[in-house]
C-alpha cells in the first residue's frame, strides 16, 4: 500500500512539474517580449539624440563656412578696392610719361588691376551663391532637427511609459516565475535554463501540436507521443532537445 502511494506521488509530481516547467516558459516568454519592447525603444531615443547631434554638428560646420565665406568676400572686396585705386593711380601716371615704354608698362598694370578686378568679382559671385546654398542647407538641417527633437520627446515618454507600465507586470511575472521554479528540482531548471539560452526563440518546453515538435517542427513518433501524454517522464525532443508536454497539459486544443 505504501508502495502505490509512492508511486502515485512520483507520477503527480512529475505531473506537477511539467506544470511548472510549461508555467515558467509562458511566463519567461512574456518578460521576454518585455524585454524586447523595452529593449528597442532606448535604442530608438539613443538613435533619435546621435541623429540631432549630427545636424546640431552640420549646422556649427555650415554656420563657420558662412562665416568664413563672408571674410573672404570682404577680403575680395578689398581687392577690388586696392585695385581701383591703382588703376586710378597709374592711369594719372600715364599722362606724365616720358616714353612710350612706361606708357605701355603702366597700361600692362592698369589691364592687370582690371583682371584682378573681374577674378574677385567672379569669386565674390561664387562665394555669394555657395553662401545662399550653406543657409539653405542650415535651414533644412534646423527644420530636420527640430522634427527630430519633437520625435525624441514622444520616444521619452513611450519609454518612460512603458517603464512604468511593464516595471510592475514584470515585477509579477517574476514573482510567479519564483513560484513555478519551487515545483522544478535545481537540475532540471539548470536544464530550462540552458536549454533556453541555446535555442533562438528561447522556448526551452513546447506541446506536441499536430504530431510535431512545436519548437523544431519535427515528426514525433506515436509511441513517443503516448509517453508524453503520460506525464509520467521528463521527454526531451530528439532533435532540438527541448522539453515536450501534451498540447492538453498546454492548455490547447489538439487538431485531429
Same mark, same amino acid.
Given at each position: ?13 512529475? %505531473? ?17 517580449? @518585455? ?8 535604442? *530608438?531615443?539613443?538613435?533619435?539624440? $546621435?541623429?540631432? *547631434? ?9 554656420? *563657420? !563656412?558662412?562665416?568664413?565665406? %563672408? ?21 594719372? #601716371? ?9 606708357? $605701355? ?5 592698369? *589691364?592687370?588691376?582690371?583682371?584682378? @578686378? #573681374?577674378?574677385?568679382?567672379?569669386? @565674390?559671385?561664387?562665394?555669394? &551663391? ?6 539653405? %542647407? ?7 532637427? $527640430?522634427? /527630430? ?11 518612460? !511609459? @512603458? ?8 515585477? /509579477?511575472?517574476?514573482? %510567479? ?5 519551487? #515545483?522544478?528540482?535545481?537540475? &532540471?531548471?539548470?536544464?530550462?535554463? /540552458? ?31 503516448? $509517453? +508524453?501524454?503520460? /506525464?509520467?517522464? +521528463? +521527454? ?12 492538453? &497539459?498546454?492548455? &490547447?486544443?489538439?487538431?485531429?
Amino acid at each position: 500500500m505504501a508502495t502505490e502511494e509512492k508511486n502515485v506521488e512520483k507520477e503527480i509530481s512529475v %505531473e506537477e512539474r511539467l506544470k511548472a516547467l510549461y508555467a515558467l516558459q509562458k511566463v519567461t516568454t512574456e518578460i521576454d517580449k @518585455i524585454k524586447t519592447l523595452r529593449g528597442e525603444l532606448p535604442l *530608438e531615443v539613443q538613435d533619435l539624440k $546621435d541623429e540631432i *547631434e549630427g545636424y546640431e554638428t552640420r549646422i556649427q560646420n555650415y554656420t *563657420e !563656412e558662412i562665416k568664413s565665406l %563672408e571674410k573672404q568676400i570682404v577680403a575680395q572686396k578689398n581687392v577690388i578696392e586696392e585695385a581701383h585705386a591703382k588703376i586710378a593711380k597709374n592711369t594719372e #601716371l600715364q599722362n606724365n610719361v616720358r616714353n612710350n615704354r612706361e606708357y $605701355d608698362s603702366l597700361s600692362k598694370e592698369i *589691364e592687370f588691376q582690371e583682371l584682378e @578686378i #573681374l577674378a574677385s568679382e567672379k569669386k @565674390i559671385k561664387e562665394y555669394t &551663391l555657395s553662401i545662399e546654398n550653406k543657409k539653405t %542647407e542650415v535651414a533644412n538641417a534646423k527644420q530636420f532637427r $527640430d522634427e /527630430r527633437k519633437l520625435d525624441l520627446t514622444q520616444k521619452k515618454s513611450e519609454l518612460n !511609459e @512603458i517603464i512604468t507600465e511593464t516595471k510592475q507586470e514584470e515585477e /509579477r511575472l517574476m514573482e %510567479e516565475g519564483k513560484k513555478a521554479e519551487e #515545483l522544478i528540482e535545481p537540475r &532540471l531548471l539548470t536544464a530550462f535554463k /540552458r536549454i533556453r539560452k541555446n535555442v533562438r526563440n528561447g522556448l526551452a518546453v513546447v506541446p506536441v501540436q499536430r504530431d510535431a515538435c512545436g519548437g523544431c517542427f519535427n515528426k514525433i513518433p506515436p509511441q513517443r507521443q503516448l $509517453d +508524453i501524454r503520460l /506525464r509520467k517522464k +521528463i +521527454i526531451v525532443c530528439e532533435y532540438c532537445g527541448r522539453i515536450l508536454v501534451d498540447a492538453e &497539459l498546454a492548455g &490547447l486544443q489538439e487538431s485531429k
